[in-house]
C-alpha cells in the first residue's frame, strides 16, 4: 500500500493535471513545455547538500559530475534524464542523479544530450553512446560502468546498450530503465487501460512528443522503440515501473523480451507508484527506497 505521502502527492499531480494534448497542440509551444518542466521540478532538483557538482564537457556534448562524499571513483554510472526527448536537463535531475551517487557510492555522469526538436532522433542515442565511449577513453572499465535513465532516458538507456553491441563495442556491467518509454507508437495496452490512473503521461502528449523527436523517421527502429529490438547479449537489466503508469506495458514488454533472450532481468513493478516517483524522494519515501534498491544492484553489478 502506497503511503500517505505518496497518496498526498498524487493529490497533488492530479489537481495539476494539464489535460489531453497532440503534436498540433506541442510543436510550437516546445520552450514553454521547458520552461514549465522547470517550475514543475524546482521542488526536487536540488542535490543532497553534500553531493558536489561539476560540469564538464564530453566530446562537445554538456554534461554534470555528480559526486557523493568518498566515493569510488573507479565506478560510473552514465545517468540520461527523461523528458519525453524535447524537455529536461541535468538541472531538472540532479535531486536524483546526486541521490544515486550516494545509494551507489559511484560518480554519475549526468548527460545533456541534444534535445528535439532541434535535434531529431538519431541524436540523442549519438550523444549517449559518445560518452560512454568517452568514459572508456577516460580508463573507466567498461565492467565498473552502469547506464541509467528515466522515461524517454530509460528508452535511451535501452537503445544505448543495443547501438553499442550493434557497433561491438565492450558492454558496461547492467543498466537500469526507470520508467522507460520504449514504444514511439504507444500500442502497449497499459496507454489505454491506466489512463484514468495516470496523471504525469497523457498519451496523446506522449505521442506528440514522439513525433517531434522521430521528425518523420520510421518509429519501429529499435534504438528509437527498443520495444522492437533483439536483446541477446545485452548486460543484466534491473527495470522499475509503477502500477498506476500508462508506460506500464513499455517496460513489462521490454523485460519479458529481454529475459526470453536470455538476460539476466529483474522487473520490478511497484504498486501504487506513479511515473517515475524516484524524482519526487524528499517528498515520498517510496521514492528513496527504489534509489537504495537502484544503489545496491549498481554495488553488486560493479564489485
Not at 192 to 201: A, E, G, Q, R, S
Not at 204 to 214: D, K
Amino acid at each position: 500500500m502506497a503511503s500517505p505521502e505518496s497518496k498526498k502527492l498524487l493529490e497533488l499531480l492530479w489537481k495539476n493535471y494539464p489535460g489531453p494534448s497532440n503534436y498540433e497542440m506541442m510543436k510550437d509551444k516546445v520552450d514553454k513545455m521547458r520552461a514549465n518542466f522547470v517550475k514543475a521540478t524546482a521542488s526536487f532538483a536540488s542535490p543532497p547538500a553534500d553531493v558536489s557538482v561539476a560540469a564538464i564537457d564530453v566530446d562537445g556534448t554538456a554534461a554534470e559530475w555528480l559526486d557523493a562524499p568518498n566515493v569510488d571513483t573507479d565506478r560510473v554510472l552514465l545517468y540520461l534524464h527523461g523528458g519525453g526527448y524535447v524537455i529536461g536537463s541535468t538541472a531538472t535531475h540532479r535531486g536524483l542523479t546526486g541521490a544515486l551517487s550516494k545509494a551507489a557510492n559511484c560518480r554519475v555522469l549526468s548527460l545533456d544530450y541534444r534535445l528535439a526538436p532541434e535535434h531529431i532522433y538519431p541524436a540523442a542515442v549519438e550523444d549517449a553512446t559518445k560518452a560512454y565511449r568517452w568514459l572508456l577513453s577516460e580508463g573507466i572499465a567498461a565492467n565498473k560502468i552502469t547506464i541509467a535513465g528515466d522515461s524517454a532516458g530509460g528508452g535511451l538507456t535501452l537503445a544505448t546498450l543495443i547501438a553499442l553491441r550493434d557497433a561491438g563495442d565492450s558492454l558496461p556491467a547492467g543498466a537500469i530503465p526507470i520508467s522507460p518509454w520504449t514504444d514511439m507508437e504507444g500500442t502497449g495496452e497499459s496507454m489505454k487501460t491506466k489512463i484514468d490512473l495516470d496523471p504525469m503521461v497523457e498519451p496523446g502528449g506522449l505521442m506528440g512528443m514522439g513525433q517531434i523527436y522521430m521528425g518523420g523517421g520510421d518509429p519501429k527502429q529499435p534504438t528509437a522503440s527498443p520495444v522492437h529490438a533483439d536483446f541477446t547479449g545485452l548486460p543484466p537489466l534491473l527495470i522499475q515501473v509503477g502500477d498506476l503508469e500508462t508506460l506500464l506495458d513499455d517496460a513489462t514488454r521490454v523485460a519479458a523480451k529481454a529475459e526470453a533472450a536470455g538476460v539476466d532481468t529483474t522487473l520490478e513493478v511497484w504498486p501504487e507508484m506513479v511515473h517515475v516517483w524516484h524524482l519526487f524522494a524528499p517528498m515520498v519515501p517510496e521514492g528513496g527506497e527504489a534509489i537504495e534498491r537502484i544503489g545496491q544492484f549498481i554495488k553488486e553489478k560493479t564489485a
